[in-house]
Structures are given as C-alpha cells and as structure tokens.
C-alpha cells in the first residue's frame, strides 16, 4: 500500500515538495547545532528547556487523544466513528514520531541516546516515558495498518487485533500521565508540583487532539475525497467542548489556589504566567492570546448553532488548538522555572535556528500524516 502515498495531483506534490523544503532547511539547522552546540538555542543555565520540550509535552497530548475515537468505537459501538479510527491511529503514529524527534534533537549529545537503554534506570521517569511512548507507537501502527490492510482485502480484521486495541486504551492514558509525572515529580518546581497535573495534560489533550482531527476531516472532505460524516465530526465537537471546558477549570483551581493561598513560590509563577515579572512579558502577552482563544473557541462550541456551522467549527478547533498549544507549550514549559532558586526573572526567547529545527520537524510530522492518510483515503475510495 505504500506506492498509493506516492501517487497524487498536482497540488499533492506541491505540498509534499513544500514540506521536504521544510524539513531540509530544519536539518540544515540542526547540524549547525550539532557543530556549535544547544548554545545557538535560546535555552540557558536558568531556562533548560525550550521550545524542544514544549512541543514534545503537548504532542505526547495529541498522540494520546487517539484514545477517544478508538474508547467509543471498540469499547460502545459508536459505529459513526468506525470510518475514522484508524485516521486517529495514524495520527498518534506521527504525533508519537515528532516526540522522539524533538526529544533528540534537545539533546545535546544525541550519540548518548542509546544509554536509555544500555543502561536502563527503572527508577526515573524518563526511562517510563521512554517505555511507554515506543511501546504506543507500535500499538497504533501494528492496530492501524493491520485494520487498513483488512479493510482493502474486503476482511474483518484478525482477532489478535482487537485485545491490541484494548489494551491501547489504558496505555493512551499512560503515556501523558508519565509526562505529567516528569513535570510534577521535581519538587524544585512550585509551578509544576500540583497534583492536579496529570489530569490537567489529559483534559488538554482531548481538546487538542480531537480538534486538529475535525480540521482534517474538513480538509479531506473539501480536497480529499473522503467524509467522515457529519455524525463522526459533531460527536468529536461534543467532546473537544467538554474537554476544553475541563481544561480551562482546571488552570482557574490552580490560580485560586496559588493565590489565595498567597505562598510566593506558587503566586510568582502564576502572575509571570499571565501578567508578567519585572519587565518579562512575552509569555504573559502570548497566553492573553490562548486565554481569549479558548474562551471563544469554547462558546462557539457549546452553542449548537454555531457548532454545527462548518466555518464556525473550523474557527473554533483551530482556536483551541492554537490556545492549548500556547498554553500547554512555552507558557507551561518556561513559567517552570521562573523565578529562579536566587529570585531572577530569566529572559529565554527561542533563537531562529530552533525555530527552523523546529518547524522542520513539524514539517516531518505533517509528511507522515499526508502519507498515510493518502493510503487510508485511497484505499476506502477503492472499497
């Protein structure tokens, strides 16, 4: 099946060239990084992770929101979602490969990487993660090209099949539970030690994933050939709207808590967070812009009127996928470690090369998803 995502019009090869571009030009700029070091990044002393990580966090969500298309549709028999389950399969498969990719290329010394697991340390979080993320990897891609293959030969799928997809269930929640723990297993952190951060990660993760699956829904349809029905696409609205809501209550507990309890360490992250410290305002100016996003993306999902208005829908997924990748990115990932153990305010701003090295590998993640969902559409067009 795989000469299918080599065969395309005009605008297809366009956009694949478009993407190769992208993915060269970040590759450039990686071995720049490689040659000069992660000093040609923004990152520092005070600020040791960056826009690498950020990605990472909030892609391991998307990876995880699979889970809620393959929960009803194996689980309930949500038959509207039957089309589209392997689209979410797909989607985790390239969402899991970008992780691992932005995890590498964070790495200042990437020929260590094999230490994971020549020596592997069962006591930290990183080996986990490690763990679980390869393991969902090859969960979704075994589970989604096995069902794909079944459905072009016009058979049920084996039945080894569906424990597989089980158990892909529980280890969807596993994966961002792990990356939470990452975050709030450093006690050194006041703005990442909260309890609450795990189902945080989870909430913000069936937002977003599920929102950037109706966008591509509503790209297939209107220039692939393929509709996953209205049904299929209304009933992921319902669930980003319930998702989003969660997530926006759980940032307003964790705000009532850090202040009204008025401990400094939980209070001065918070206020960088959303009005800023001693200057230092680009984080606070760019989560304005997600707040405002996720609250009107979150009214114009609840009102069915306008959810069931296409352009409307479209507005309010890629507003919440903007507002959750801002929230659940750099404003997360930097707010950790601001202020410093000696009260400083650091300044990280991302540098051009790790903006490149980052859009590029974005620009990988993009490919493989026009890859294998122009297998998937070409095959349900031959059924």
Not at 23 to 52: C, H, I, K, P
Not at 171 to 181: D, E, K, M, P, R
Not at 279 to 299: E, F, H, W
């Amino acid at each position: 099946m795989l000469e299918k995502a080599l065969r395309g019009n005009g605008g297809y090869g366009i956009w694949v060239a478009f993407l190769l571009a992208l993915v060269a030009a970040g590759f450039v700029a990686y071995l720049y990084q490689l040659e000069v070091g992660l000093g040609v990044t923004g990152m520092g002393r005070d600020v040791s992770w960056g826009l690498y990580i950020a990605q990472f966090t909030f892609l391991v969500g998307v990876a995880a929101s699979a889970v809620m298309l393959v929960m009803p549709y194996y689980l309930h028999d949500h038959k509207a979602f039957g089309k589209i389950t392997v689209l979410g399969e797909f989607l985790a498969v390239a969402a899991v490969i970008m992780c691992i990719t932005f995890i590498f290329v964070d790495l200042g010394r990437p020929d260590r990487v094999m230490n994971v697991l020549l020596h592997p340390s069962p006591s930290s979080i990183l080996f986990w993660d490690m763990v679980v993320l390869n393991g969902y990897l090859l969960i979704n891609l075994v589970t989604g090209w096995t069902v794909l293959e079944s459905d072009r030969k016009g058979v049920p799928p084996p039945a080894w099949v569906k424990p597989l997809i089980t158990l892909s269930i529980p280890w969807a929640i596993s994966i961002h539970t792990v990356t939470a723990f990452i975050y709030a297993g450093l006690p050194g952190r006041d703005f990442w030690l909260t309890a609450i951060m795990a189902p945080r990660f989870l909430a913000s993760a069936f937002a977003s994933g599920p929102a950037l699956l109706i966008l591509i829904c509503l790209i297939l349809r209107r220039f692939g050939g393929f509709d996953a029905g209205t049904r299929a696409i209304q009933t992921l609205a319902k669930i980003v709207a319930y998702a989003l809501a969660t997530s926006v209550f759980f940032v307003l507990v964790e705000i009532f808590t850090g202040f009204y309890s008025q401990i400094p360490g939980h209070m001065h992250p918070l206020t960088y967070l959303f009005v800023g410290l001693e200057g230092q305002t680009l984080v606070a100016r760019s989560m304005t812009l997600a707040a405002v996003l996720a609250l009107v993306s979150l009214v114009l999902l609840i009102v069915p009127r306008a959810r069931q208005s296409e352009p409307l829908l479209a507005l309010a997924c890629a507003g919440t996928f903007v507002a959750l990748w801002i929230e659940k990115g750099l404003g997360l990932v930097v707010t950790g470690f601001v202020p410093t153990p000696l009260e400083r305010v650091p300044v990280y701003v991302p540098t051009a090369p790790e903006i490149a090295i980052t859009v590029g590998v974005w620009a990988l993640g993009l490919l493989l998803i026009t890859g294998l969902y122009k297998i998937f559409v070409a095959v349900r067009q031959e059924g």
